[in-house]
């Protein structure tokens, strides 16, 4: 299980809300929500309060689970890229159906959205948003199997915000349209 540090003084909160770089050698602090640990200068989206512990070292807030930031990367350790993109990939196969975009990406996984396009695309062999479109066409093709819902609620439920699309997507990929893939799955059983 996950330990934390302390809470953060008003003194240090006021440091991370102002990236105050002069604290960077004092503590770092860690995002319970992300397992993510910054500098107190870290540019990255203010968490909220009550998520943020302190450590006075990275290696201590290591041991307990974080992770250190893409982004401000204290004492300069980097997280190697294959793990980066694994940690990218766990979180778009549990969110693939909602609209994400690379700078949401980015500043979720503290790192430029150039440089997260460019490694993920090198480590994957495809773009992010490619691959998130391959996880929603998977699931699209298990509940055409295997429900009764319409293409609408299907392509709605999967993340597409047109059937239209979903449907021009399907078919690119799969050479039928949606519901001509459901009537084959059907009667070749």
């Known amino acids: 299980?996950?330990?934390?540090?302390?809470?953060?003084?008003?003194?240090e909160w006021l440091a991370i809300t102002t990236n105050d770089v002069t604290y960077n050698e004092r503590f770092v602090y860690a995002v319970r929500s992300t397992k993510i640990c910054c500098k107190p200068s870290c540019t990255s989206r203010l968490p909220h309060r009550d998520k943020v512990c302190i450590f006075s070292s990275l290696e201590l807030a290591m041991e307990q689970g974080f992770r250190p930031c893409k982004r401000c990367r204290p004492a300069n350790l980097k997280l190697p890229n294959e793990e980066w993109v694994s940690l990218i990939n766990d979180?778009?196969?549990?969110?693939?159906?909602?609209?994400?975009?690379?700078?949401?990406?980015?500043?979720?996984?503290h790192g430029s959205k150039f440089h997260l396009h460019r490694i993920y695309k090198e480590i994957m062999g495809v773009t992010p948003a490619k691959y998130m479109q391959q996880l929603r066409?998977?699931?699209?093709?298990?509940l055409l199997e295997e429900t009764t819902l319409t293409i609408n609620d299907i392509a709605e439920r999967v993340g597409f915000h047109s059937s239209a699309y979903f449907i021009a997507v399907f078919k690119a990929q799969e050479q039928l349209t949606p519901k001509q893939y459901q009537l084959k799955v059907r009667n070749d059983r």
């Open 1 to 11: 299980m996950m330990k934390c540090g302390t809470m953060p003084t008003d003194e």
């Open 91 to 109: 979180y778009l196969e549990t969110h693939y159906m909602y609209e994400l975009t690379l700078d949401m990406l980015a500043e979720r996984f």
């Open 137 to 142: 066409l998977i699931e699209a093709k298990r």
